[in-house]
């Protein structure tokens, strides 16, 4: 009879029940949360739909039907998200590397600006040359106003919550006045102040034709988010920098023990951070407007954090939180039409689920404090 302490995987008291107890609490972090989230959001907003005496399942079957209802609403949902999964990935890589970026807006703003001046500017030249130069314009302008933040919190510490939330006031006005007054004023029938219209080669042309999906305005915008997602995904996960970046979000502390400069990482995320957010702007001018006008841009680099914490700051993940907020913001305009329901039911469920992923914190804090109750064997040995 042997007298010897059970191990991890044989029999008695000790071996089992630590391998049975971690894998029941990995929900708390996996891709359930995500989704657990949209659907008690979902709950909760017709909760709110019934309080105000409408119909629930009328609300949501035209939410859906305005978002995927027809070959043109699919289209219109996919314009919409487009910018968010470009300013997804803004927010998406600075969460990655420990740093809260709430300047995507701004970055968007910036990348915006710098694409309609330089494809105002050279209207006349063709196609290859000026959307390169429209291209590059907003990744660099949403670059260098990204890495504001990050070269402050680098040098002096200073919070790059406070910088990014500041630098977005800062384009607001200083769009205001280039737009009303400034030296990119023009004459616009929009009924809003307005800069010149960008040339034919600067304009992303429509990628399905009038034949096959009447009116539809998808263009080529959507390839080139693709290629940023295919960029942040090669980045992050199969370069060394992405690993650095990684190390820093991880823990800076240990990362510079490493080897790894947290300072310099930092400013060079944050600039990675404004190159996505810009290219949003640049492809909003370049493929739906034609122009920069005043207050263009429907809050995408607010709605960007919670597309990035519902797609858990992963590529992929991000594709399809900015798709269903894509499908919000074009169904939720159809189903005030049609079904006469505020489409501010859609800024209520965006709120919720921020809400609940908001509460996962607390979850897996319960299952920490569960986990600690026995300590596997493993640890004991």
């Excluded at 990655?96 to 694409?115: K, M, S």
């Excluded at 494809?119 to 030249?125: D, I, N, V």
Aim: cysteine-free; aromatic content about 6%; overall charge positive.
């Amino acid at each position: 009879m042997s007298g010897g302490a059970p191990t991890a995987t044989g029999p008695g008291p000790g071996g089992p029940a630590p391998s049975v107890r971690q894998p029941a609490m990995q929900w708390a972090t996996g891709p359930a949360v995500p989704v657990i989230s949209v659907i008690v959001a979902l709950l909760l907003g017709a909760v709110f739909v019934a309080a105000t005496g409408n119909d629930p399942i009328a609300a949501y079957a035209a939410l859906a039907r305005g978002a995927f209802g027809t070959p043109y609403d699919i289209t219109e949902t996919l314009v919409s998200a487009i910018p968010l999964v470009l300013t997804g990935l803004s927010v998406a890589v600075a969460f990655r590397t420990g740093l809260f970026n709430i300047g995507a807006e701004g970055q968007l703003l910036v990348g915006a600006l710098a694409a309609g001046a330089v494809g105002a500017r050279f209207a006349e030249l063709p196609g290859p040359l000026l959307m390169p130069l429209v291209i590059l314009a907003g990744i660099l302008a949403g670059a260098g106003y990204g890495a504001i933040a990050g070269v402050l919190k680098a040098a002096r510490g200073v919070n790059e919550v406070i910088t990014t939330i500041m630098l977005n006031y800062i384009v607001v006005f200083v769009m205001h006045w280039l737009l009303q007054s400034g030296p990119m004023t023009a004459p616009s029938a929009l009924g809003t102040p307005a800069s010149a219209r960008i040339g034919d080669g600067a304009i992303l042309p429509v990628i399905l034709p009038n034949e096959l999906v009447p009116l539809s305005r998808l263009h080529a915008g959507i390839l080139l988010a693709a290629l940023a997602v295919a960029v942040f995904w090669f980045l992050l996960w199969r370069t060394s920098l992405g690993y650095e970046l990684r190390a820093v979000g991880l823990g800076a502390r240990a990362a510079a023990q490493a080897g790894i400069d947290p300072a310099r990482r930092m400013a060079l995320v944050m600039a990675i951070a404004g190159a996505f957010a810009g290219l949003a702007g640049m492809i909003q001018v370049s493929g739906v407007f034609q122009r920069v006008f005043d207050g263009f841009s429907s809050g995408y680099g607010f709605d960007a954090i919670a597309v990035a914490l519902l797609g858990k700051n992963s590529p992929l993940g991000i594709v399809a939180a900015a798709l269903l907020f894509g499908a919000f913001a074009h169904g939720g305009a159809i189903m005030q039409s049609n079904a006469g329901i505020s489409s501010h039911l859609v800024s209520i469920i965006q709120a919720l689920v921020l809400f609940v992923i908001a509460a996962e914190a607390i979850v897996r804090g319960i299952a920490g404090r569960s986990r600690r109750g026995r300590k596997p064997v493993e640890a004991i040995a």
